[in-house]
């Protein structure tokens, strides 16, 4: 194999839903939801291949998807992109984070990402030739908040690209308009490019104590610097489908679509189709989705509270984190391969999201984009196993 490859090792959610399965276990791991899609999408989609929609699409995507999420971000952010060179549909939000860096990092540039970072993340820098540089979140009580300072200190003359994901995985941060306005200061100041990926932009909880999610193409100067990446998995729990977007000035969209050409040309196009109408609605759609996570992400923390792994306040998203080490264990990646014998249940050790060596280990992360019954099932057995 390539120098590149050596130690990419298996995915952490591939080694961990094959746990869940071969033992049984209730799957709090990987974040496959177990939550219902709007019957309309699902009947749209069918629709969609029994009348033809079965070839390629353009490369671009398809004409009304790219113009379904025009209008969003327009509607959401108050923000216009041209649908023919400003939007850019992709295989999931994954693919786009690799033509991001592929098209926009030259061997040697240094990509900073917020630590711990969604795995994706290095992945991709190194198969840009990019260094990753990892500036750590720091725990504050419950939450993770931005460490400017260090931000800045990251900076070097080969930086070209700042990845941001919010709200976040692994920890359900939302980043608060304080942090963005820093993030947006030094990208200004050291004419940065950002990636932000924002798959998980419907999905914040409680609006008025959180603070609903912000875009940073939104801030002055940041449009025209900014790429925005979202997906329909998880706002419409259809995670398989893999449909994505980017969103951003057409210079730098023009960079991306230049290499998605060539990893994949195109995609789905009956899922784009469908997508295109249910992009319309999804608001409506999205508080529904939001109310059963929200639910979930309570029961799941009072559950891990009393079973005595401290959970991690989440903001947002289908994650959180709880600490170990009152269970005797310092060590999550042990931790989570014990689990499923002694408890039934599956997680994800958080080291697998961090970049930087030295990181903490006694974090693990759980998932609550499952049915309730599957929490309520993990934390009953949490509950009897610590
Ligand atoms: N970014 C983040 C932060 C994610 O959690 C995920 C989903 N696992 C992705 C990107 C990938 O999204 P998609 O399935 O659309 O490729
Ligand atoms: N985004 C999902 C997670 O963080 C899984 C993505 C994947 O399996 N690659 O669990």
Redesign the pocket.
């Known amino acids: 194999p390539a120098a590149r490859v050596a130690g990419l090792g298996t ?1 952490v ?2 080694e961990m839903t094959e746990l869940a399965r071969s033992t049984g276990a209730v799957n709090l ?4 939801p177990e939550l219902p899609s709007p019957p309309e999408l699902l009947a749209d989609v069918a629709e969609a291949v029994r009348s033809g929609a079965n070839q390629y699409p353009p490369a671009h995507g398809a004409p009304a998807l790219r113009e379904a999420v025009a209008a969003h971000q327009l509607r959401r952010y108050g923000l216009a992109y041209d649908p023919r060179d400003e939007v850019l549909v992709t295989t999931g939000a ?1 693919e786009a984070l690799a033509a991001a860096l592929l098209g926009l990092c030259d061997p040697g540039d240094e990509v900073i990402a917020f630590d711990p970072c ?3 993340y290095p992945a991709g820098a190194r198969f840009a030739g990019a260094k990753l540089v990892a500036v750590p979140l720091v725990e504050d009580g419950d939450r993770f908040v931005l460490d400017a300072d260090a931000l800045r200190a990251a900076v070097t003359p080969r930086t070209r690209v700042l990845l941001l994901n919010t709200p976040h ?2 920890t359900g941060k939302v980043f608060t308009p304080d942090e963005l306005d820093a993030v947006a200061a030094v990208c200004r100041e050291h004419d940065l490019v950002v990636v932000t990926d924002e798959v998980y932009e419907h999905l914040v909880f409680d609006d008025a104590s959180a603070g609903a999610h912000r875009t940073i193409a939104a801030l002055p100067g940041m449009r025209e610097r900014t790429l925005t990446i979202s997906s329909a998995g998880k706002t419409f729990s259809v ?1 398989g489908w893999k449909i994505g977007w980017v969103c951003g000035p057409a210079g730098l969209l023009a960079a991306v679509a230049g290499v998605k050409q060539f990893l994949t040309y195109a995609s789905g196009t009956p899922y784009q189709e469908a997508l295109a109408r249910a992009l319309g609605g999804v608001e409506e759609w999205a508080a529904e989705v939001r109310r059963t996570l929200g639910r979930n992400r309570d029961l799941l923390s009072e559950g891990l509270a009393r079973a005595g792994l401290r959970p991690y306040r989440a903001d947002a998203g ?2 959180l984190q709880a600490d170990i080490r009152a269970w005797g264990h310092g060590d999550g990646v042990r931790f989570c391969r014990e689990l499923p014998s002694r408890a039934g249940v599956v997680a ?1 050790p958080t080291s697998a999201f961090w970049v930087r060596p030295g990181a903490p280990s006694h974090l693990v992360r759980f ?1 609550f984009c499952r049915s309730e019954d599957s929490v309520r099932t993990a934390v009953e057995r949490l509950g009897s196993s610590g």
Not at 29 to 32: H, L, M
């Open positions: 995915s959610f591939t791991g990987q974040g496959v994954t969604y795995d994706a995985n692994p995670t289908y994650f994800i998932s």
